[in-house]
């Protein structure tokens, strides 16, 4: 089992920054990848990004320059860097890990408003 506690959403100005963690506790050496999905109102959660126990991580087209996903396993901690938001990254954001059999496990979200 993995828990995950988000941290670090709220309110911003379009152009703004913001940063997420993510604190993982649990079987956290069973970790394969961990990543951040966002649901905005009426739409699908999507995968924002993700990083490999590599460090190869991945980004979806829409927030490419302008997020950055790192981790610092000695926090046992992943971090979502956010810069110059847009109204159109309004959504709750989820922690995402999945273990090696498969599993995947998720943390209870957070708010993040892009707004003036």
């Known amino acids: 089992q993995v828990q995950l506690v988000e941290s670090g959403g709220g309110l911003v100005q379009p152009g703004g920054s913001l940063r997420l963690s993510c604190a993982a506790s649990g079987s956290i050496s069973r970790i394969y990848v961990m990543g951040w999905y966002r649901q905005a109102p009426g739409k699908q959660r999507e995968l924002v990004a993700n990083?490999?126990?590599?460090?190869?991580?991945y980004y979806a087209d829409s927030v490419k320059g302008r997020f950055t996903i790192s981790r610092d396993n000695a926090k046992n901690t992943v971090y979502l860097q956010m810069s110059s938001l847009k109204r159109e990254d309004t959504a709750v954001y989820y922690c995402?890990?999945?273990?090696?059999?498969?599993?995947?496990?998720w943390g209870q979200g957070t708010q993040v408003t892009v707004s003036s």
């Open positions: 995402n890990a999945i273990i090696a059999n498969g599993l995947d496990f």
């Open positions: 990083i490999f126990s590599s460090g190869s991580t």
